[in-house]
């Protein structure tokens, strides 16, 4: 059974761009959750995303978003990047909310 | 409140010996506590977890050891491999809101052959 997929896996962009990560839970999970991480911070939830809504939402600003589609495939959205946004962006997948959840291996991302 | 609190940073134990590693929290609504493993370049990959109904769950060579009234728990490793050189995280979530898990501060280990 295939794991959590997240593309791409690295990503470089620039201060004030936007960029669009995605992310293939396993097959059969419905739930889908979406995590920084930092050498600073260390990991912090960013949202949730069960039946294609959003169910909780960390403390990041408006500036991150995300989506569920009806495949329980999802993406997040970063706008206006800046250089602190610099992180491994994972996503966690589960069968529904409130059961064990599984990582994938990350979205590098790069600001320059 | 919400945080999870984990130790020591670091960790360096002999082959063979015992690794243990603790994590405390303050909120009692926390009712799901896992631990995870992360080597490097990949994600945290899910390893024991436990709900505070028991006092202990062992699988394999890892042990969870949980104190409700103490609201600590800690992770076992017995027979500490090489291969078990890595980053481990304790994690709390509240099964009554959310998906959302706090995580500790993470662990590395290193295990000396």
């Known amino acids: 059974k295939a794991g959590v997929t997240q593309t791409p896996r690295y990503l470089i962009k620039t201060r004030g761009q936007q960029v669009t990560l995605s992310c293939s839970p396993i097959?059969?999970?419905?739930?889908v959750s979406w995590y920084q991480q930092t050498p600073g911070q260390g990991l912090q939830f960013l949202f949730e995303?069960?039946?294609?809504?959003?169910?909780n939402k960390g403390n990041f600003p408006g500036r991150f978003s995300g989506r569920q589609f009806s495949n329980s495939r999802s993406e997040m959205n970063v706008s206006t990047l800046e250089l602190g946004d610099s992180a491994l962006y994972l996503c966690?997948?589960?069968?529904?909310?409130?059961?064990?959840?599984?990582f994938g291996d990350g979205t590098r991302l790069s600001i320059l | 409140q919400q945080q999870v609190k984990q130790s020591p940073q670091s960790l360096i134990v002999q082959k063979g010996g015992i690794s243990i590693i603790n994590c405390a929290y303050e909120?009692?609504?926390?009712?799901?506590f896992p631990w995870y493993q992360q080597f490097p370049g990949k994600g945290p990959a899910l390893l024991i977890a436990?709900?505070?109904?028991?006092s202990e769950k062992k699988e394999g060579r890892f042990t969870i050891s949980f104190n409700k009234s103490a609201k600590q728990f800690s992770l076992h490793i017995m027979d500490s491999q090489p291969g078990d050189s890595a980053t481990y995280f304790c994690?709390?979530?509240?099964?009554?809101?959310?998906?959302?898990?706090?995580f500790g501060t993470g662990t590395l280990l290193a295990v000396q052959p």
């Open positions: 966690a997948s589960s069968l529904i909310p409130n059961q064990p959840q599984h």
């Open positions: 097959s059969g999970h419905r739930s």
């Open positions: 995303y069960f039946s294609e809504t959003q169910r």
């Open positions: 909120n009692t609504a926390f009712d799901y």
């Open positions: 436990i709900r505070p109904d028991v």
């Open positions: 994690a709390a979530s509240s099964s009554g809101a959310t998906n959302k898990l706090i």
